[in-house]
């Protein structure tokens, strides 16, 4: 009788612990509409075609749970490992997806999130209930001329912009970046920043939902197909060269008022 | 290997510099010197290290700058204008003190009398410096704009390397030319205590504006030398 009631018992309690934790990174790793839409939405959809990677409806049936465990986490790994599937998706052997976006142990969460089509998932397609974007602002913030709240980089230390209003060159030019994300990815990227070396950057200086609104309606306000004037770099090396060869002149000065050696001296009087 | 680049190789090489450094100024005390070689060529010298010396140390300011002070460098940078003069005045820095060590590596390896007096070490200490000075004008100029992402992405990553609690997470994703200039300051770090930058610690500022000493050679001349002169040094 008591091991009848408690083998059921205990099987329950091992579902529940092992469910727990799982949970747990689903709510911490995901933030608001789980892991798709917090980090994977910026560049993929679920049925909504191709964005700046591919669409993700029905990649659990088209690929093998084990390959995904795999990729997902570590795209360049698998590359570099000679996978031909992993190979096929990447241009000149390098992924543009990084590694370490979603940790393995996210992996459950996500993949159930995927098989269910994206359902809970659909955070960035929600109608937007924040605070109005202002463009200007956005552009002030983005050039640095305006100071984010929580002290993050202004964008363009890094992005640049096509018609040369910035010529930050670290990272992608974000001209299109609109026009790339859509509105629903970019917001999700704004608010989750998931790139490399934006992750760390901006992680204890995140973003406020005003500043987002504010870039929002900046990038929006872009023309990407306005013929811009192309980034002057050159300004940037040719000034350089321009300050090196003044302090080369100016150092031309000093050497003719340098005092002579001895020898020197008594040469030019014999 | 970002963790062993980034969070162990700062220590090792901090701990050398202080360690090996205060040993030999302690034991061998003559030693902890530039090894001047204007005795033996002036022309050239002057030149090249007066350019090298303004430039890089000018250089290293800045960076020390966006170290300790990096709210009032974003102030500077906050507007367009004056962030690019600063990149065009600090990139204009870094191509003088390239040119410079150009002509100090040039000099030091076709000057015969020069090159009796180069060892080894300096030839590596040069190819780190050069590697330094490369690395750091192309990120200036292709990685724009350092000045004002240094200050949230090396000064946080540096101030957990002083706290003891290295994050070098944060320079994943930056690229290898960034990474290498990085890399190798460390390598530079851990070079000094061994070789004749140790005359980095020489009281500076003295150095800087001290008056003039005269070196005078006090001996016999022998056939092709070049007699006295009067130095910096």
Redesign the interface.
């Known amino acids: 009788m008591a091991s009848s009631i408690s083998l059921p018992a205990l099987l329950g309690l091992g579902v529940l612990l092992a469910a727990a934790p799982a949970e747990g990174r689903a709510a911490e790793g995901g933030g608001e509409g789980g892991i798709f839409a917090s980090r994977c939405a910026v560049c993929h959809t679920i049925g909504g075609g191709p964005s700046m990677g591919p669409d993700l409806q029905g990649v659990t049936e088209r690929r093998s749970e084990a390959w995904l465990r795999s990729f997902i986490p570590d795209p360049q790994g698998m590359v570099d490992a000679g996978d031909p599937d992993a190979a096929a998706l990447v241009k000149g052997g390098r992924a543009s997806m990084p590694s370490g976006i979603v940790q393995p142990a996210e992996m459950d969460a996500l993949l159930a999130e995927l098989r269910a089509g994206g359902k809970p998932a659909a955070a960035p397609a929600e109608a937007p209930a924040g605070p109005e974007g202002r463009a200007e602002v956005g552009g002030r913030l983005f050039r640095g001329e305006e100071p984010f709240a929580n002290g993050g980089l202004p964008c363009g230390a890094c992005h640049g912009l096509a018609d040369g209003s910035s010529l930050g060159s670290l990272a992608v030019d974000l001209t299109d970046v609109h026009g790339r994300l859509g509105e629903a990815g970019l917001r999700g990227a704004l608010r989750t920043l998931p790139f490399p070396v934006m992750k760390e950057a901006y992680a204890d200086a995140p973003l406020t939902e005003q500043e987002r609104a504010d870039l929002l309606a900046f990038f929006a306000s872009l023309d990407a197909s306005a013929p811009g004037r192309p980034a002057s770099a050159g300004l940037l090396w040719g000034g350089g060269a321009a300050v090196a060869a003044l302090l080369f002149a100016l150092l031309g000065l000093g050497w003719k008022r340098q005092r002579r050696s001895i020898s020197d001296e008594l040469r030019s009087q014999a | 290997m970002t963790w062993f680049l980034f969070a162990i190789f700062p220590y090792i090489a901090v701990t050398l510099a202080v360690a090996v450094g205060v040993v030999r100024a302690v034991r061998r005390p003559f030693s902890v010197s530039s090894l001047s070689s204007q005795l033996l060529e002036?022309r050239w010298l002057?030149?090249g290290s007066?350019?090298f010396h303004?430039?890089i140390l000018l250089v290293l300011g800045g960076h020390l700058l966006a170290f300790l002070l990096p709210g009032t460098l974003?102030a500077w940078?906050?507007?367009?204008a004056r962030?690019?003069a600063l990149?065009?005045?600090?990139?204009?820095?870094?191509?003088?003190a390239l040119?410079g060590a150009l002509i100090l590596v040039l000099r030091r390896l076709t000057n015969a009398r020069i090159r009796v007096v180069t060892s080894p070490m300096d030839l590596l200490v040069w190819l780190a410096l050069l590697v330094s000075l490369v690395t750091g004008v192309l990120t200036?100029?292709?990685?724009?704009?350092?000045s004002?992402?240094f200050?949230?992405?090396f000064t946080?990553y540096l101030w957990s390397l002083a706290r003891f609690a290295p994050?070098p997470?944060?320079l994943?994703?930056?690229?290898w030319l960034?990474r290498l200039h990085a890399f190798n300051f460390f390598v530079l770090l851990a070079l000094f205590p061994f070789s004749r930058l140790v005359h980095l610690v020489t009281v500076p500022v003295g150095y800087l504006v001290r008056p003039?000493q005269?070196v005078?050679a006090n001996r016999q001349r022998s056939a092709g030398a070049?007699?006295?002169?009067?130095?910096r040094n």
């Open positions: 002036r002057y030149w007066q350019s303004y430039g974003r940078n906050g507007s367009p962030q690019l990149e065009i005045t600090g990139l204009g820095l870094g191509l003088y040119v200036a100029g292709v990685h724009r704009y350092g004002t992402w200050t949230g992405v946080p994050e997470e944060r994943d994703g930056l690229p960034v003039w005269l005078v070049e007699p006295s002169a009067s130095a």
